[in-house]
């Protein structure tokens, strides 16, 4: 199990086809494994953020964007 208080790690965790990003299917995916669950309001926010963060809109969250929110 990897230690879920290390950015890196968790981010390995999230993104499942380890390319970089986490996409909204991942994300939930990750969540529901840590038996939390995951709203599409909840989903729509976090991944607006994201994309308003780097301004790519483009639905995925990268490693650089995941670090700007763990650090929150």
Do not use: C, Q
């Given at each position: ?6 950015p ?42 994201s ?12 490693f ?9």
């Open positions: 199990m990897p230690d879920l208080d290390d890196t790690a968790t981010f390995k965790v999230f993104d499942g086809d380890a390319d970089g990003y986490i996409t909204r299917e991942e994300f939930v995916r990750a969540m529901n494994s840590r038996g939390e669950e995951v709203t599409a309001a909840e989903l729509d926010s976090i991944f607006k953020v994309d308003e963060h780097d301004g790519d809109v483009d639905g995925r969250i990268s650089a964007e995941f670090l700007v929110a763990w650090n929150k």
